[in-house]
């Protein structure tokens, strides 16, 4: 069974950073792309970023690209999402997913995931 645990989030002034973690079970980063989605509040859940390895295919939405960084440690079967100069509109609930590399795309944002962890707040204040 895919269990995936956040952890990392909390509130910082604009500007600031985070770094979210999430451990994964039950998975191989070498059959899964694993991920990161958002949703704040009244918007509907977005990509943010996703990535495959050991092939290092790597997405970004538009809006964190440049400011978030995706990473992965497969001895700790985690993979981090660093934010950096965060901004009020960041401010969601994130999410970490997976789902075997076959049915999903990286480049287009892997769409499709079938495994979802609980969430972990980030708020940014102004």
């Known amino acids: 069974e895919v269990q995936l645990v956040e952890s990392g989030g909390g509130l910082v002034q604009a500007g600031g950073s985070l770094r979210l973690s999430c451990v994964a079970s039950g998975l191989s980063f070498d059959d899964y792309s694993i991920g990161w989605f958002r949703q704040a509040p009244g918007k509907e859940r977005e990509g943010v970023s996703c990535i495959e390895t050991p092939e290092n295919r790597i997405y970004y939405e538009e809006s964190v690209e440049g400011r978030f960084t995706i990473s992965t440690d497969s001895a700790k079967n985690t993979v981090y999402l660093q934010m950096t100069n965060l901004k009020p509109e960041d401010t969601a609930v994130y999410y970490c997913?997976?789902?075997?590399?076959?049915?999903?795309?990286?480049?287009?944002?892997?769409?499709?995931?079938?495994?979802w962890g609980k969430g972990t707040l980030v708020t940014v204040s102004s």
């Open positions: 997913a997976a789902e075997l590399k076959k049915w999903t795309v990286v480049s287009a944002g892997c769409p499709g995931m079938g495994h």
